[in-house]
């Protein structure tokens, strides 16, 4: 089996950073993965962490320990349009194309 | 790309009746995935195909839901007969699983409602 655990909400000032912490237990970990969701739409992608570090994309970076079974979403300068839900999600080497999402996070962005 | 395709957008239904839910997949994916979200249980996988074969339906809460995919561009998802607990957001994604990469694409997602 597999656990993954993330805060159910964090809130946040526009124009400041929050950080949203994923662990998670599982065997043969391939990849980590985040999704955002806005109320009422589908998922969509954001990023994606195989080995062990930081990935940066604009705003928003993840960073991912194999060894800790530990990730993070970072979001930078918020903006009102950021308030979503933040899944994590794990990759296994043993189901491949098949992924475990965590509960969410939903972060609300205030004025 | 048009994306996955899902209908209907919304569905509501009396308890007892059939339902089916549709997908298109992006042309070229090789796996389809039927996700369930509702708030208690979250985004919850029901079954997924790769190359229009079953690999994994343990998500699938009982018989009443059945799953197909008879070609590459098409799915369905299949509850009869429906009850009031099978009210969620059905999600459909597909995803090319590269080595090492296999992001997920969603579509929209059905809105069911059993009344």
């Known amino acids: 089996g597999q656990n993954i655990d993330q805060p159910t909400e964090m809130t946040a000032t526009e124009g400041a950073i929050v950080q949203i912490n994923c662990t998670y237990q599982?065997?043969?970990?391939?990849?980590l993965f985040w999704y955002q969701q806005h109320a009422g739409e589908a998922p969509t992608f954001l990023s994606y962490n195989v080995l062990d570090g930081l990935e940066e994309k604009g705003r928003f970076s993840s960073f991912l320990s194999r060894s800790k079974g530990y990730s993070y979403l970072l979001l930078k300068e918020l903006q009102m349009k950021d308030s979503a839900s933040y899944l994590c999600?794990?990759?296994?080497?043993?189901?491949?194309?098949?992924?475990?999402f965590g509960a969410g996070t939903q972060v609300v962005v205030t004025p | 790309d048009a994306g996955v395709i899902q209908s209907p957008r919304h569905e509501v239904t009396e308890m007892g009746q059939e339902v089916t839910l549709r997908c298109k997949p992006i042309?070229?994916?090789?796996?389809l995935f039927w996700y369930r979200q509702t708030m208690m249980r979250g985004l919850e996988l029901l079954i997924y195909f790769n190359n229009n074969v079953p690999i994994d339906d343990s998500g699938m809460p009982e018989d009443r839901f059945s799953a197909k995919m008879p070609n590459a561009s098409f799915s369905t998802l299949k509850i009869q007969p429906s009850e009031p607990r099978d009210s969620a957001v059905y999600f459909c994604a597909s995803s090319l699983a590269r080595e090492g990469v296999d992001e997920q694409f969603f579509g929209p997602g059905t809105r069911l409602t059993v009344l």
């Open positions: 999600a794990v990759s296994r080497t043993d189901s491949w194309g098949k992924l475990q």
């Open positions: 042309s070229g994916h090789d796996y």
């Open positions: 599982t065997s043969g970990f391939n990849g």
